[in-house]
């Protein structure tokens, strides 16, 4: 699961770093679904993106 802010400004996310890595997702052809967040971020470094793997593990760059 992807977890990145809201859309914004007719944009998919007002982050560049979001929109690089949902399109990389799709170009690659690897199946997500992504969600808004409604509190901080709960990765580690504290930022978004971050991914959150089917065994629960939070992945953050």
């Given at each position: 699961m992807l977890w990145k802010l809201p859309p914004?400004?007719?944009l998919p996310s007002p982050s560049p770093f979001v929109v690089k890595l949902e399109t990389w997702l799709r170009m690659a052809e690897i199946p997500y679904?992504?969600?808004h967040l409604s509190r901080p971020p709960?990765?580690?470094s504290g930022k978004i993106p971050y991914i959150e793997l089917v065994s629960g593990?939070?992945?953050s760059w």
């Open positions: 914004l400004w007719g679904h992504s969600r709960q990765s580690r593990e939070l992945v």
